[in-house]
């Protein structure tokens, strides 16, 4: 699909190459895209927007798609779902008529000749015709019969940390809190403790709750040198996007040949919600054309036969 959409190529180079290729001075690549100085504040902090260690914890050694991907999202006119983007899960779940187990992680996933048997973490067993994994196989820890072949990948570690409270001026060389912009980014310096602080709800002037990324974990007395008060903190290690490395090296989407599918293969071109819907409806669209098919081609039962309206109307709904 990439090669397709002529996006390909970017994966294969990275975003600070690219941006030379399109005759960008370095000067102007570290000024405009990783650091668009607003305001100077001390030698030390800049409140600065950092796009690319704000939307993926990282520089501009990511490949150029990500870095694409990144900087579309540093620009106005994004979307959001009013109430929060949670809703959308909720929403697809709900009309896809799908039996959801929470709270129950795959342990294991076999192929049995005919079909998938996956055991969970609470005792159940899954027989499955068709099996797609969704979530990063990077980290977990999912025992597959036979074993399948990914290229190493690693996953980029963001720590959010919400504090709600108060920003302590004094931290940031500032006099008082309205002073500090709504959005903080910081420079690619290791001597800098987080990537970005930004609001993200006001309650009310002296009430704020605060969405802080960084690379590390933020402990309690870094916390309490840049925030003069803290009433709740809640800290979220994500292990959060691929750690791009052009030129990206993608896993397979189908992993077996069989009908085990990985979605999140496409997260070597970009990892975000949308691009993670693209490539779910496109693994959607293969099984709709490789099951289907081979159900049609193998057996001309009604039991099949049903299989094949069933197909007819999920493409038409796709
Ligand atoms: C801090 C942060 C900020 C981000 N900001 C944005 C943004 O502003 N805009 C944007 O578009 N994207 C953003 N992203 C990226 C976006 O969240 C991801 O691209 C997207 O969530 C990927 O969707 P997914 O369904 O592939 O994986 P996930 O959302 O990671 O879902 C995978 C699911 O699988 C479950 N799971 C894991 N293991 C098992 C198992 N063994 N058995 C059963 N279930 C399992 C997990 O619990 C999880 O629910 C952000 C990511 C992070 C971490």
Redesign the pocket.
């Known amino acids: 699909m990439l090669k397709w959409a002529g996006l390909y190529d970017l994966t294969a180079r990275t975003l600070q190459d690219e941006l030379i290729h399109i005759k960008m001075s370095p000067l102007m690549i570290e000024e405009l895209v990783t650091a668009d100085y607003r305001e100077v504040v001390t030698s030390d902090y800049y409140v600065v927007k950092v796009i690319t260690r704000i939307?993926y914890g990282q520089s501009v050694s990511i490949s150029g798609l990500a870095g694409a991907v990144s900087l579309a999202?540093s620009g106005g006119g994004l979307w959001a779902i009013e109430g929060g983007n949670y809703q959308m899960a909720a929403g697809l779940i709900k009309i896809s008529n799908v039996s959801l187990h929470i709270n129950?992680?795959?342990?294991s996933i076999s192929y049995l000749g005919e079909y998938y048997e996956l055991n969970s973490t609470k005792g159940n067993s899954h027989s499955c015709d068709v099996t797609v994994v969704?979530?990063?196989l990077d980290e977990?820890n999912?025992q597959f019969t036979p074993s399948v072949s990914i290229p190493a990948r690693k996953l980029q570690h963001?720590h959010?940390t919400f504090v709600r409270g108060i920003l302590n001026p004094a931290y940031f060389g500032l006099r008082t809190v309205a002073e500090i912009p709504e959005l903080v980014g910081t420079l690619e310096d290791p001597d800098i403790p987080f990537s970005s602080i930004s609001v993200l709800m006001q309650h009310d002037e002296n009430d704020v709750t605060y969405k802080v990324?960084s690379r590390e974990p933020m402990t309690d007395a870094l916390l309490d040198s840049i925030f003069s008060a803290r009433l709740q903190t809640v800290r979220i290690n994500?292990g959060?996007?691929p750690h791009y490395k052009a030129p990206e090296i993608f896993a397979p989407f189908i992993l077996d040949g069989q009908h085990l599918y990985y979605?999140?293969a496409f997260?070597n071109a970009a990892?975000?919600?949308?691009?993670?819907a693209v490539a779910a409806e496109n693994v959607a669209r293969l099984i709709l054309s490789r099951y289907f098919r081979e159900a049609h081609l193998h057996s001309s039962n009604s039991k099949l036969k049903s299989k094949i309206t069933d197909a007819d109307t999920l493409r038409t709904n796709l």
């Open positions: 939307n999202g129950e992680g795959i342990e969704a979530t990063p977990v999912i963001t959010a990324f994500w959060a996007y979605v999140n997260e990892s975000t919600m949308e691009t993670s």
